[in-house]
């Protein structure tokens, strides 16, 4: 027996297959539903919603940016319901089970890693210190600073949305994109470090503002990818 129903007005319909025993108790089941185009061609309906798995995995796991979560995948450090992925665009269910087993970075990215070591090359000792972090980019060095005891840092950048989930949502950092530090207009506080990793603009430009910003006697920790010239 068939039944179908129109549902809308682009030609599409709904089609209930029912078996003579499905009619029975004991075969009782919901009726299998088929999507009709207006090609004729029949398919199963997809009721479940399906998003990126890169998607889901910024979701849960807030901590990470895209970039990291989307290299995982890449290089299969990612499961789904027990099995590899490695494309970032699969479409996966909300209710899917998703595991990153790759090695948890210490910092949100490889900045930071630079900067622990020019800390420990030179001695700073950034605990209970406030920080301006110049260049905050993804994050690596307000989150090496953070690791290393920093109370407050003020992450200046003048780009938007690079920032790590797992940075921005820190209470103890002020994100402050869109800024230009030529022209920054001063900060609530004054700080007791700077930190420099810039690309767009050269140290000798903005060392005066920079200067501005910290205490009397506060350490001053440049640490840029360009060159004093």
């Not at 995982?72 to 319901?81: A, C, M, R």
């Amino acid at each position: 027996m068939m039944s179908k129903s129109f549902l809308n007005r682009n030609n599409c319909a709904r089609i209930f297959l029912l078996s003579p025993l499905s009619c029975s108790p004991a075969h009782a089941s919901s009726p299998k539903s088929f999507s009709v185009a207006k090609s004729g061609k029949i398919q199963p309906l997809n009721l479940k919603k399906k998003r990126r798995l890169d998607e889901i995995c910024v979701e849960r796991y807030q901590q990470y940016s895209r970039t990291i979560i989307q290299s995982w995948i890449l290089q299969g450090k990612v499961l789904v319901d027990g099995r590899v992925v490695s494309k970032a665009g699969t479409p996966v269910g909300d209710k899917a089970k998703v595991e990153i087993i790759a090695e948890i970075p210490k910092y949100v990215c490889r900045a930071g890693f630079k900067l622990e070591a020019a800390i420990e090359q030179f001695g700073v000792d950034v605990a209970g210190k406030v920080a301006l972090d110049a260049g905050l980019s993804t994050g690596g060095f307000t989150d090496c600073l953070l690791q290393h005891g920093a109370s407050f840092v003020y992450g200046v950048d003048v780009g938007y949305g690079q920032v790590a989930d797992k940075i921005r949502r820190d209470e103890r950092v002020c994100v402050m994109e869109r800024t230009n530090l030529r022209y920054l207009a001063g900060l609530p506080q004054k700080v007791d470090i700077v930190t420099l990793d810039l690309s767009f603009i050269s140290i000798l430009l903005v060392r005066f503002q920079m200067a501005a910003e910290m205490c009397f006697n506060s350490y001053d920790v440049y640490f840029s990818l360009l060159n004093l010239t």
